[in-house]
């Protein structure tokens, strides 16, 4: 699997940014994806995932009803729209793929929310 995350930046508080993340290496259409992220100390924390056709998503409570997950199974591809961005939002996100792969985990884009 090989996963590449892009999007990421420095935006102000109550901004919005769009994280993307493009699969390749396998049959995209069959497994969950999941947005993860971290910062130094701290263990990675799930964020949102969605599961193989998009029928469901499910949301960290710290960011639910700001943060929605999509994925195009054409494009290969699942973003994380991130509305009403907060400093503590302020992270490393990775974009991970459900399933036995030796490497599920994207690179990372780094986003930073400061005034």
């Known amino acids: 699997a090989r996963l590449v995350e892009s999007g990421g930046g420095l935006v102000q508080p109550g901004g919005s940014l769009r994280l993307s993340c493009a699969a390749s290496g396998f049959t995209f259409s069959d497994y969950a994806m999941g947005w993860f992220r971290q910062v130094p100390g701290k263990e990675r924390e799930q964020v949102a995932t969605?599961?193989?056709?998009?029928?469901?998503?499910y949301y960290a409570d710290s960011v639910k009803g700001r943060f929605t997950i999509t994925r195009d199974n054409e494009k290969n591809t699942v973003d994380l729209q991130m509305n009403s961005l907060k400093p503590e939002d302020t992270a490393v996100y990775y974009c991970?793929?459900?399933?036995?792969?030796?490497?599920?985990w994207g690179q990372g884009t780094r986003v930073t929310v400061s005034s």
């Open positions: 991970k793929v459900f399933g036995g792969f030796a490497e599920p």
């Open positions: 969605i599961v193989y056709d998009g029928a469901r998503q």
